[in-house]
């Protein structure tokens, strides 16, 4: 019982802290984009849009190259830490979240845009009065950014090692259990990261539901 | 010293366009409420957007209070002085006095002075019982009060309307009219609005500008554009139908003999005593349809009007309030309009001949160009 609360709890940190990170920069990202018009938008689009579908065990892999000790920044020692994990999870939100989020910011009517101008904004405000329009859907982004990592184990596993005590998360420790025959404990952490992302988007749905009445 | 000053403001559309936007000089003065008329595409909710610094100009300068807005700190601060109320009603993603309040709120006013200033616009525009509702379930016309309560609680120093009451019925547009009229009246802000609807413009402006492809063609009191259109353009947009190519032949007294095509010959007597016209000038007279009397032919027909044609009704469309009767006299097409009493009694129908008469003070000459 003990090891599962440490498993679950390195879940919750290592996913929690990159879905801020990933949030972080996403959003900001995502609004400058979505109302931005510059060449190459559409391509840049495309490229995000594509980074939904970034296979997180190539993300791992890639990670696991820069980050290993003839690697260019082995000299940092992150492989197979908590870290590590963090980074490869945050570079698989952030295409989820900054594409959701420019799409929410596009449907936003370019006339609000203007009447926002309009009423003098300085930039700060109108980020924030603009990302309030958006809520709803940057509430959807957070979900499906959440969503993307707390259930993958590819990344995680390439990155972290998945070490006992240390780095092994739910996906890792369900994965392992399995290989070693235990099944039992396989479905109870199966159980509890699905409670994990139940309890999680209910939340967020919640916040969603109560702004749309 | 004037409020805001546009010079050589120019803006060329990037495509949909056949023209440019060219403004060479334009003023607006404290209390005063200028009309932008025009037809359909002729730029007015643009130059409205290039005035209130909403679209980038290809050129020109503005001046407000006298000083030209250049940086981002000054253009912010310029719309913190004004408040724009686009055509289409746009409502933030919150109740209705969220909504109101936005403007105050990225000012910096203090939440009590806030809360007063919402609760009266609130009241004024008769939109207190909505106060809690979300603005995007309201009504359209309800839409309408809260972008112009919006935009009035901010006291701006000029209110920029792009077409504020379109899309209502007429019970609801007078309403809101009758309640926006006094705020404007006594918080003296200038005012440019856009607007398709003649009478907002008589009950709103005391200036009108026609804006026709892009350009200020005639600016002046109702009086000067309605009742003296200084080019074809302007007596079309205004709704005058007939609109003949003549030329001067003859003077008689002060009054002046035109030639029509097909050898028609019509009276005109100046109403200006500066707007004499000489022998060989070709114009363009225009016939409002208001001044066209239309009467049955009668043997004996004695009229003050300077002007009787015979001719047939060719074609006879009702509206609303009259009926329009096109009307061939002697090749020429002139338009005249009616009561429907006067279409029933005096049984005007499509083939019936009449006499069309025209006083020579009602013809209005325009240059031919």
Known sequence: MNELFNIT??????????????????????????????RGKKWLIALVNTGMGLPPVLVGLVVAMLLWRSGPLGFMGLLYSKTAMVIAQTIIALPMITAFTIAGIQKIDPGLIRQTV????????????????????????LMAGFGSIISEVGAVMMVGGNIRGETTVLTTGILQSTRMGLFNEALLMGGVLLAISFVVNLALTLIQQKRIN | MALLT?????FSYQEGSDFTLSIPHFELNQGERVALIGPNGAGKTTLLQLIALLQKPSKGTILFNSKEIKSRAEVIDYHRQTAFV????????????????????????SPSEISDRVESILKAMKIAHLSARNALSISGGEARRVMLARALV???????????????????????IEDTLPILSSTGCATIFVTHNQDETYQLANRFMVLIKGQIIQSGTAYEIFGNPSTKEVAEFIGIRNIIPAEVVGENEGMFQLLLKTGIHLWYSPTDAGAGQQKGNKVLCCIPPESITVAIDSPQLHSSARNALQGIIKKVIPSRYLVWLEIDANGVSLTASVTHQSVKELGLAVGKPVSVLLKATAIQLLPLT
């Open chain 1, 9 to 38: 709890k390195t879940s919750l940190q290592v996913s929690g802290i990159s879905l801020v990170i990933a949030g972080g920069i996403g959003i900001p990202a995502g609004v400058i984009i979505g109302l931005s018009a510059f």
């Open chain 2, 86 to 109: 686009p055509q289409r009603p746009v409502m933030y993603n919150r109740s209705v006095i969220d909504n109101v309040a936005i403007g105050l709120k990225i000012r910096n006013i």
């Open chain 2, 6 to 10: 546009i010079n050589n403001l120019s």
């Open chain 2, 154 to 176: 901010l006291n701006p120093k000029i209110l920029f309307l792009d077409e504020p009451f379109a899309d209502l019925d007429e019970p609801v547009r007078r309403s809101i």
């Open chain 1, 118 to 141: 309009s009423l003098g904004a300085t930039r700060l405000q109108f980020f924030r009065i603009i990302i309030q329009e958006a809520r709803l859907t940057i509430l959807v982004a």
